[in-house]
Nanobody
């Protein structure tokens, strides 16, 4: 059974930073694409950052240059370092993992950026 458990969300002022963590079980982060998505109130969920098994990263246009995704294979954990946060980054952030036949999502962690 795949489980993705996020941590690190919270309330931060605009311009501040947060680091999200996601610990996975039942799936190896080192051989699958993993990443982060977010969903703001009234909006669809969107992927904001992914990292492949080869270490290639991809970011949504709205977070490029501000967010950095990384992975610790030994701990089967993926991180999202979020800098220069803006109020529009406020959302529930979800950990994501992809296998060839299925996608998995965590329960989410709230990030709120105050202006």
């Amino acid at each position: 059974q795949v489980q993705l458990v996020e941590s690190g969300g919270g309330l931060v002022q605009a311009g501040g930073s947060l680091r999200l963590s996601c610990a996975g079980s039942g799936i190896s982060f080192s051989i699958n694409t993993v990443g982060w998505g977010r969903q703001a109130p009234g909006k669809q969920r969107e992927l904001v950052a992914t990292i492949t098994r080869d270490g290639n990263t991809n970011y949504g246009d709205s977070v490029k240059g501000r967010f950095t995704i990384s992975r610790d294979n030994a701990k089967n954990t993926v991180f999202l370092q979020m800098n220069s946060l803006k109020p529009e980054d406020t959302a529930v952030y979800y950990c994501y993992a992809r296998r060839p036949a299925a996608d998995y999502w965590g329960q989410g962690t709230q990030v709120t950026v105050s202006s």
